[in-house]
């Protein structure tokens, strides 16, 4: 089993669906979680910490699971501009585990 | 913006040549991290200094090198380059060695052929 796991995607949705994306991880010792995007070319900026059981910022939700060892984000009423690539991170030691990104295209 | 800045922002090499990578980081953050994000994939971690020292390193040989300097900033050298060395070079820092939170510079796309 890969460290960080993702949903393949792409994700095409219309402007105001709810897009929901999933992160495996294999460390169970792991105590925090990330969500970066990462536009084309360029870099993965921070959107959401999970140090919890989740975290909410407006639109976006991040649920954390630890018994099944998952993250979730959930995007609520998607606008053109939140299409990108989403990267789910775990923290092992030092080395921030990079899941391979689910992209997302909110259409018009 | 974070405030991290990389440079060059593009980089071309021939097989075989050695490069080096710059980044400042976020004032106030002693730590750097670099990463190698190949096309389609999500960043790979090659290894973190902090105050001076590598303070850890991802499955990459040890023709990757670095350095940290007393002001924080940090360069990446990569010897004997391989085709496969083509991809974006990221660094990030943040604020200590326990700290969580990375934040990004743009990068550095480095093409290898």
């Known amino acids: 089993r890969k460290e960080v796991e993702q949903d393949p995607g792409p994700f095409n949705v219309p402007e105001g669906a709810t897009v929901a994306f999933n992160c495996t991880y294999s460390n169970s010792a792991s105590q925090s979680f990330f969500w970066y995007r990462q536009d084309c070319r360029k870099e993965p900026k921070l959107l959401m910490s999970v140090y919890s059981s989740g975290n909410e910022d407006g639109r976006f939700t991040a649920q954390l699971n630890r018994a099944s060892q998952y993250i979730s984000l959930l995007i609520r009423d998607s606008k053109l501009s939140d299409s990108a690539t989403y990267l789910c991170v775990v923290p092992y030691g030092q080395n921030f585990v990079f899941g391979p990104g689910t992209r997302l295209s909110v259409l018009p | 913006e974070t405030g991290v800045t990389q440079s060059p922002t593009h980089l071309i090499k021939t097989r075989g040549q050695q490069v080096t990578l710059r980044c400042s980081s976020q004032?106030?953050?002693?730590?750097v991290s670099w990463y190698q994000q190949a096309l389609g994939q999500g960043p790979q971690f090659i290894f973190q200094y902090y105050r001076e020292e590598e303070n850890g390193r991802g499955n990459f040989p040890p023709r990757f090198s670095g350095l940290q300097f007393p002001n924080y900033s940090s360069e990446l050298n990569v010897n004997a380059l391989e085709l496969d060395d083509s991809a974006l070079y990221l660094c990030a820092s943040s604020l200590d060695v326990g700290a969580r939170e990375q934040y990004f510079g743009p990068g550095t796309r480095l093409t290898v052929t």
């Open positions: 004032s106030g953050h002693n730590t």
